[in-house]
């Protein structure tokens, strides 16, 4: 089954500094992908997905990359904020299929 | 529009104890999972139901069980509880297949 690892399990970054996770996922069928924020005692909430068939997207200033022969993809925050402090995990899930499998989490800190 | 409601927030068994977590959905999505948050461990998927009177079992199932028989309602039953079930339990809801999820914010679930 589908297998995604995320790096790294925590990042502390100055305010306004620009902040990179990184997943890496198993099986090659899987072709959407999604990014989650969760704050402290709430459930996650969708930053940013991504489609196989995309490369690269953005919004504001969350952008998401997708490299589908080396099987990684990416979240870039830029001009980081105290309140992008959270937990941030990937996930992937296959075509056709409803089983979304999610990396273990990087916890940010973004210092003011 | 309430999105997902989960009750209860939190609850506390005992070893062997039964009991039923809720969660609710208005907003007429087909798809509905349950989904165990750890610590360093991410989500891992428990079940998912595709519609009413359809589930399925995802990646940890054994000592849960559930039943779909509305759109709406995805109960989660844990037939006697162990230690090992402590956790934050999350359910979510989606349109489509390959479509975010949209979670309830957790119960959390201790086992003595």
């Known amino acids: 089954g589908e297998n995604v690892e995320q790096h790294p399990s925590t990042l502390s970054v100055q305010e306004g500094d620009s902040a990179v996770i990184k997943c890496t996922y198993s099986d090659s069928a899987s072709n959407y992908f999604p990014w989650y924020k969760q704050e402290l005692g709430k459930g996650p909430q969708l930053i940013i997905d991504i489609r196989s068939n995309v490369g690269e997207k953005k919004d504001q200033r969350i952008a998401v990359t997708l490299n589908k022969t080396a099987k990684h993809f990416s979240l870039h925050i830029t001009e980081t904020q105290p309140e992008d402090s959270a937990v941030y995990f990937c996930?992937?899930?296959?075509?056709?299929?409803?089983?979304?499998?999610f990396g273990a989490g990087t916890r940010l800190f973004v210092k003011a | 529009n309430a999105g997902v409601t989960q009750t209860p927030k939190f609850q506390v068994l005992k070893t062997g104890q039964s009991m039923t977590l809720q969660c609710a959905q208005d907003m007429n999505h087909e798809y509905m999972s349950w989904y165990r948050q750890d610590p360093g461990m991410g989500l891992r998927l428990i079940h998912y139901s595709v519609g009413a009177g359809i589930t399925d079992q995802g990646e940890v199932p054994n000592g849960y069980n559930v039943s779909r028989s509305t759109t709406e309602d995805f109960p989660l039953r844990l037939l006697s509880a162990a230690p090992s079930q402590t956790s934050v339990y999350f359910c979510?809801?989606?349109?489509?297949?390959?479509?975010?999820?949209?979670f309830g914010n957790g119960t959390r679930l201790t086992v003595t």
């Open positions: 979510a809801s989606s349109y489509a297949l390959e479509s975010p999820l949209h």
């Open positions: 996930a992937a899930s296959m075509s056709g299929g409803f089983k979304t499998i």
